[in-house]
């Protein structure tokens, strides 16, 4: 027998409903408010929830999204009714993640139509096994700001940042540049007839980090549970998303996503991802971005592709200002050695080398990195493979081979162990 728990605070209405489903095969807890009705959906795991807008305590848009935002629940069906029938509160329903919304007063045919395509009682997942197997990296776009087509960008490639990793049946993805339309494809290629659960880590909502989300088909398909994290610098993450996927922009809304979408903000320097540990730390770049650590049994992946060294830049600006307070090339170098902690013998790290020695002083404040800069914080911190990523779109393969040339003399130089590879699109690295 299916469970299903109802929210409503008119009797009237829960006995209709129960009516509704006499023979149906169903049980029907009942909940005046909420409040009460979400303490019953954590206890009873449903494979539905009806739940009216006005409910008490808590409504019912909010109601979906508590629901939305526990993995577990993610295969729930919300239904939310109302007697309402404005086209903003059926929006407004189908943007808060639920299945459908039925206006009042709802004929039995159209509720148990509702609730067909509830198999029957949802199970609390266990997270994916990750203690087990290996750690895949797989290079989906590398390139930063645009995207950069064409025949002199082919050996590395010109799509913006997307790279996926895998930790045993864990999928986490880094970012929503062009990148990510192929993945997408390749993911539900791979999950055609199996359940697919993504994770996504967003740095920041500048435009080559999330371009490419509008073309991520798994969030359009109701087999996938996609949890998004990450936090936008004015905006909520959902909306600066959304705005991208205004009419004006693209032809299909935010709030057409499939209903297995879940948004998280960031709040604090680690998370955990179905039992996996993630770190992240403030880059130094605009619009409030982030740069994460991936802690997996098979070793450390860091991922911060925009960021500006803080001494590099303090020194530069003493070259063109004049001097600088010795207090000022302090707190530079401070900063800097968080950098270092935060990277401390990490098995991998992809982050942003976006130029070289000569172009860096002309981009100053532009929120990206120098190359030698980026080398020489990787050997203090003892990095074991350092990807240069965020590609300049102006590079082509032949600059990108002579700057991976002069890091790796840079790094044989100093006389580290420390590998060195300039990311490519198709590439892989596997951790055992």
């Given at each position: 027998?299916?469970?299903?728990?109802?929210?409503?605070?008119?009797?009237?209405?829960?006995?209709?409903?129960?009516?509704?489903?006499?023979?149906?095969?169903?049980?029907?807890?009942?909940?005046?408010?909420?409040?009460?009705?979400?303490?019953?959906?954590?206890?009873?795991?449903?494979?539905?929830?009806?739940?009216?807008?006005?409910?008490?305590?808590?409504?019912?848009?909010?109601?979906?999204?508590?629901?939305?935002?526990?993995?577990?629940?993610?295969?729930?069906?919300?239904?939310?009714?109302?007697?309402?029938?404005?086209?903003?509160?059926?929006?407004?329903?189908?943007?808060?993640?639920?299945?459908?919304?039925?206006?009042?007063?709802?004929?039995?045919?159209?509720?148990?139509?509702?609730?067909?395509?509830?198999?029957?009682?949802?199970?609390?997942?266990?997270?994916?096994?990750?203690?087990?197997?290996?750690?895949?990296?797989?290079?989906?776009?590398?390139?930063?700001?645009?995207?950069?087509?064409?025949?002199?960008?082919?050996?590395?490639?010109?799509?913006?940042?997307?790279?996926?990793?895998?930790?045993?049946?864990?999928?986490?993805?880094?970012?929503?540049?062009?990148?990510?339309?192929?993945?997408?494809?390749?993911?539900?290629?791979?999950?055609?007839?199996?359940?697919?659960?993504?994770?996504?880590?967003?740095?920041?909502?500048?435009?080559?980090?999330?371009?490419?989300?509008?073309?991520?088909?798994?969030?359009?398909?109701?087999?996938?549970?996609v949890r998004i994290l990450g936090s936008g610098a004015v905006h909520s993450l959902r909306n600066a998303l959304g705005e991208q996927m205004q009419d004006a922009f693209f032809p299909v809304r935010l709030n057409e996503?499939?209903?297995?979408?879940?948004?998280?903000?960031?709040?604090?320097?680690?998370?955990?991802?179905?039992?996996?540990?993630?770190?992240?730390?403030?880059?130094?770049?605009?619009?409030?971005?982030?740069?994460?650590?991936?802690?997996?049994?098979?070793?450390?992946?860091?991922?911060?592709?925009?960021?500006?060294?803080?001494?590099?830049?303090?020194?530069?600006?003493?070259?063109?200002?004049?001097?600088?307070?010795?207090?000022?090339?302090?707190?530079?170098?401070?900063?800097?050695?968080?950098?270092?902690?935060?990277?401390?013998?990490?098995?991998?790290?992809?982050?942003?080398?976006?130029?070289?020695?000569?172009?860096?002083?002309?981009?100053?404040?532009?929120?990206?990195?120098?190359?030698?800069?980026?080398?020489?914080?990787?050997?203090?911190?003892?990095?074991?493979?350092?990807?240069?990523?965020?590609?300049?779109?102006?590079?082509?393969?032949?600059?990108?081979?002579?700057?991976?040339?002069?890091?790796?003399?840079?790094?044989?130089?100093?006389?580290?162990?420390?590998?060195?590879?300039?990311?490519?699109?198709?590439?892989?690295?596997?951790?055992?």
């Amino acid at each position: 027998m299916k469970t299903l728990v109802l929210i409503d605070s008119d009797p009237d209405s829960r006995a209709l409903f129960c009516e509704c489903l006499t023979g149906q095969d169903w049980r029907v807890i009942q909940a005046e408010d909420g409040e009460t009705g979400l303490a019953l959906v954590e206890e009873h795991q449903p494979a539905a929830v009806v739940c009216d807008l006005r409910a008490p305590k808590r409504n019912g848009f909010r109601v979906c999204q508590d629901i939305r935002k526990q993995v577990h629940l993610s295969d729930t069906r919300v239904v939310l009714t109302g007697v309402s029938r404005f086209a903003s509160d059926r929006n407004t329903a189908q943007a808060v993640g639920a299945n459908i919304y039925l206006p009042k007063p709802i004929r039995p045919a159209d509720l148990r139509n509702a609730l067909d395509e509830c198999d029957g009682q949802v199970a609390v997942e266990a997270a994916p096994t990750v203690l087990t197997g290996l750690t895949v990296v797989r290079f989906w776009g590398v390139r930063g700001s645009i995207p950069s087509p064409g025949l002199q960008t082919a050996k590395f490639g010109g799509n913006t940042s997307c790279v996926e990793v895998r930790v045993g049946e864990l999928i986490i993805v880094l970012d929503a540049g062009s990148g990510i339309r192929r993945l997408g494809q390749s993911l539900m290629r791979e999950f055609r007839d199996k359940k697919l659960r993504v994770t996504m880590l967003i740095t920041h909502t500048h435009w080559d980090h999330i371009q490419g989300f509008p073309f991520f088909i798994p969030a359009y398909s109701p087999k996938a549970n996609v949890r998004i994290l990450g936090s936008g610098a004015v905006h909520s993450l959902r909306n600066a998303l959304g705005e991208q996927m205004q009419d004006a922009f693209f032809p299909v809304r935010l709030n057409e996503l499939a209903s297995h979408v879940v948004w998280d903000e960031l709040s604090g320097s680690e998370v955990e991802v179905e039992g996996l540990k993630v770190l992240n730390i403030h880059a130094n770049h605009p619009a409030m971005c982030r740069g994460y650590r991936i802690c997996t049994p098979q070793g450390d992946v860091v991922y911060m592709p925009d960021h500006e060294g803080y001494e590099r830049n303090a020194l530069e600006r003493q070259k063109l200002n004049g001097e600088v307070a010795p207090a000022l090339i302090d707190d530079a170098r401070k900063r800097d050695q968080e950098i270092v902690e935060f990277l401390r013998e990490a098995d991998v790290v992809i982050t942003d080398t976006q130029y070289d020695n000569a172009e860096y002083p002309g981009r100053l404040d532009w929120g990206h990195s120098c190359v030698d800069d980026v080398v020489d914080i990787a050997m203090r911190a003892g990095v074991g493979h350092l990807f240069l990523f965020h590609h300049d779109p102006d590079h082509n393969d032949e600059k990108m081979e002579a700057m991976l040339a002069d890091a790796k003399e840079r790094v044989a130089a100093a006389g580290s162990s420390m590998l060195v590879s300039a990311a490519r699109e198709g590439a892989e690295i596997v951790l055992e």
